[in-house]
C-alpha cells in the first residue's frame, strides 16, 4: 500500500530535524516517491498558480532566472518557455533527476545545489529569482541564512518573486514544516538594497512578495 506523502514528509522531517540536519529528508523523501513507497511529492504538471498568474505575459528574453528548491521542474520550465535562460536547483539529487527527465526539453537547466553553500559566481547573477516553499520548510536555524542566500541571488535591477505559507493563527510558528511565516519575517526579506514592491495575501493561506534589487547605477548616483 502506498503511504500518502505528506505523511511521510513528516516523518522524515522530523527525524532530519532532530539529527541536525534539517535539509537532509528531502531527498529520502523524494526517493521514496521514485520508488512508489509514496505518491510523488510536490507533483504538478504546470507551474505553482501564484507564479504562474505574476508571470502572465513576461518576456524572459536576456535574462536570467534561477528556482530556488525547484524540486520536479515545473516552475523553472515555465520561466524557460517564457524566454529566461533558467537554472533550477535543488539540494536533492532525485529530485534534479527527475526534473530532467520531466522537463528536459523546456530549456532549463536543473543542477544539484545546496542553498547554504551556493556557488560563488551565483551572487546578485539572476534577473529573476523564484522561491517557492523553500524556505518555509526549514527551521529556524537555518532558515536565516537560507533566506539571506535567497536575497543574494538577485542581480541589481532584478526581482525576487517568494511565495510561502502565511501564518494566520491556527498553527504555531513552530509546528512545520511547513512552518508558517508571519508579515514581519517576508518584510525583513527586503534589506541590503532589496525593497519591498508588493506583498499579498492569498488564499492557502499563501504570502506572495515581489522585491527588487536597486540598479547599480542607483548606488553611485542617487539622482
Do not use: C, K
Not at 16 to 45: C, H, K, N, Q
Not at 121 to 129: G, P
Not at 143 to 171: H, K, M
Request: hydrophobic share 45%; net charge negative; no cysteine.
Amino acid at each position: 500500500m502506498t503511504q500518502d506523502w505528506q505523511q511521510r514528509a513528516d516523518e522524515l522531517a522530523a527525524e532530519s530535524i532532530g539529527a541536525g540536519r534539517p535539509t537532509a529528508w528531502f531527498d529520502r523523501l523524494y526517493a521514496a516517491g521514485v520508488a512508489g513507497e509514496v505518491g510523488m511529492p510536490w507533483s504538478r504538471d504546470g507551474a505553482h498558480p501564484a507564479l504562474e498568474e505574476w508571470a502572465n505575459g513576461l518576456d524572459g528574453a536576456g535574462r536570467r532566472a534561477v528556482v530556488v528548491g525547484s524540486g520536479l521542474g515545473a516552475d523553472a520550465a515555465h520561466l524557460a518557455r517564457l524566454g529566461f535562460a533558467t537554472t533550477g536547483f535543488d539540494v536533492a539529487p532525485t529530485a534534479v533527476d527527475e526534473a530532467r527527465r520531466r522537463h528536459g526539453g523546456s530549456g532549463a537547466d536543473f543542477v544539484v545545489a545546496d542553498l547554504l553553500a551556493l556557488p560563488a559566481e551565483w551572487r546578485e547573477a539572476f534577473d529573476l529569482v523564484v522561491e517557492v516553499f523553500t524556505l518555509q520548510a526549514l527551521p529556524d536555524p537555518p532558515r536565516s541564512e537560507a533566506a539571506a542566500a535567497v536575497t543574494d541571488l538577485v542581480a541589481p535591477g532584478g526581482t525576487l518573486l517568494a511565495v510561502q505559507f502565511r501564518a494566520d493563527g491556527t498553527v504555531a510558528p513552530d509546528d512545520g514544516p511547513p512552518f508558517p511565516l508571519d508579515r514581519a519575517f517576508m518584510t525583513g526579506l527586503a534589506h541590503g538594497g532589496l525593497d519591498l514592491v508588493r506583498l499579498e495575501e492569498l488564499e492557502g493561506p499563501l504570502w506572495r512578495a515581489e522585491y527588487r534589487r536597486l540598479p547599480a547605477h542607483s548606488v553611485d548616483d542617487p539622482a
